[in-house]
């Protein structure tokens, strides 16, 4: 079953597109900038940590993060990571280890990169390849375009939006075929975590 917050990005696509396939709506040209300051990485299920514990090998090891949020670790049981930074699980990590270990030190790195479902950028309609990606500091338009692979035939690439649901499902318009098909570096802009991109298909 669909999160509450995933039901209502689902809505917010229907309709999306659903305006888009029936009238011109307009929408503000998405800012070249999107203001992300000192972005730290934030874990979400299916990353790969791996947790090292100084002078105490046999407590270091490498474990995803399962579904539901949770690691499991030598002498750690059950601990919930997600929507923490590295930094804040190996102090966690050290608060329960400390129960065994005097003085522990502990170092955390995240190894597989998914995050959590509410950073990661969405690629819906008339991409090539459309799918979800881990969101990247100062990550770009045309950065997401290469990564599906660009524009299907069918696409109307300057027909395409951003749903930016960090400021409550904002809509941005954007210029795809400007960017990947002419080149214009000027239609080129910063996406932020949980952006969704909304590329509609061409009226023939």
Known sequence: MLSRWGRRIVLSIGLVLGVAG????????????????NYSYIIGPGDSLNIVVWR???????????????????LVDELYVQGKNSTEVAREVEKVLGKYVRDPVVTVMVTGFVGPFSEQIRV?????RPQFLPFRDKMSLLDVMIAVGGLTDFADGNGATILRTAEGNKQYSVRLKDLIKRGDVSANVEMRPGDILIIPQGLF
Not at 22 to 37: D, I, N, Q, R
Not at 59 to 66: E, F, K
Not at 124 to 128: K, M, P, Q, R
């Open 22 to 37: 029936c009238s011109t709506v307009t929408h503000p040209p998405a800012p070249a900038k999107a203001g992300v300051e």
């Open 56 to 74: 105490n090998p046999e407590l270091s090891m490498s474990t995803p993060v399962r579904p539901d949020g949770k690691i499991a670790a030598p």
């Open 124 to 128: 819906v309609g008339e991409a090539a």
